[in-house]
């Protein structure tokens, strides 16, 4: 019976540790500039999307699914900013991941932190540095982040594809990321 007694008692601590709040933490504030990769110029209305995802024990893989996200546009100088945001972990083993940066503006492929070379000859670890780095200035003091135009049909269907793989945000969320890639759809049809 004692034996018993002991085993209930260890089965509801454990489940009493799986089910309490842990500690969150604050992620942010987001500050950056956005600028043309070729000119250096910034740029305005560029759609910048910061989107948090919730990561829970899977079958074999975590399982992965939308949790929140900012949405913004940058202004005339180019630059945008998202406060800071107490991100909660529900649970051990349940947590809010992100931000994941998703940034789109018709003409223009993917992003990185200004002076970040993302070439594949470059040494791994000083990119990391460098990356590491941008990320730490983006989440305090503000960071230029680049933009690289493109011209023909195809640079641009390659960086609408890009720009549209991403998890699955629920409908009526992130309205001008969508406007935004779908308008770019139907100009990429129209041009020859």
Partial sequence: MAMLRRAALMMALVAVLLTAPAAGRT??????????????????GVIVVALYQKKTPGGVHPNTDFYDLD?????????FSFPARELPTSTPLVHVI??????????????????VDSRQHVDFGVREAAVAEGWRKFKTTGVVIEITPVKSRDERSVAL????????IPEGRAPLLRKALDDEGR???RFR
Avoid at 27 to 44: N, R, S
């Fill in 27 to 44: 992620e942010g504030p987001l500050i950056a500039q956005v600028v043309d990769a070729a000119t250096g110029k910034p740029i305005a």
């Fill in 187 to 189: 100009a990429i049809q």
């Fill in 161 to 168: 594809g890009r720009a549209n793989y991403f998890p699955p």
């Fill in 71 to 79: 949405e913004t546009v940058t202004d005339a100088d180019g630059r």
């Fill in 98 to 115: 992100g931000p994941e940066m998703i940034i789109f503006k018709a003409g223009y492929a993917g992003w990185r932190f200004q002076g």
